[in-house]
């Protein structure tokens, strides 16, 4: 056999492995919660949302913001998995899915009661894990302090926007949509906190 005839058949072999590997997303979670965020003040339909975790060997299935599983493990392809039309990554069903960075939080609450002493009690819960493409926690008062979430995105705003990108950490106490309040930082820093004086947290990013 020439090597020419042996390039070939070396490419046939390798051919599908390639193509397989160009359909498959990388190990992760990936949510669409930014392209949905803003599509309709951008004037598009708001997209059915979308949130899933592919395991390192290439099976997946969806979760919910809490990251907990939402049906079991499927082998094979995504349903209306699709390279981004006209740029890089990659989308379903036409929404422009995002790898999400995973995050460990800690969350303490002011309890309703004081300490004996007068001074301030507190709750504290710590390795929450999260992440930053739509991902919530709740830490419960247990009747001591406020039930409180927290939620994490990496923020890209509407186009037309002057606002700059940012990682945005949200505190939630009674309406899971509106927070009481938020702060943000860089969309690529390592580390997010807020303090409100009757709760005070942190989410550090632990890999990309």
Known sequence: ????????????????????????????????????YFAEEEG?????????EVGADGRWRGIDAFGAPQGEWQEGSIPGLAPREGG?????DGSEIRRARPFTCWVSVR?????????????????????DQGGRVTIAGKGEAPD??????????????????????????DDPERAESYSWASPDASLVGINLRWMQGSCTRMGD
């Open 148 to 173: 409180v979430s927290i939620r994490l995105r990496n923020v890209t705003w509407a186009v037309g926007s002057r606002n700059k990108p940012s990682l945005v950490l949200y505190v939630h106490k």
């Open 44 to 52: 598009r339909s708001r997209p059915a949302p979308v949130m899933i």
């Open 111 to 131: 309890k309703f009661a004081a300490k004996p002493d007068g001074t301030p009690d507190w709750t504290f819960a710590g390795n929450l894990a999260s992440f």
């Open 1 to 36: 056999m020439t090597f020419m005839h042996s390039y070939c058949a070396a490419l046939v072999l390798i051919a599908p492995v390639a193509v397989a590997a160009q359909d498959a997303l990388p190990a992760g979670i990936w949510t669409n919660t930014e392209d949905g």
């Open 88 to 92: 890089s990554g990659w989308q379903i």
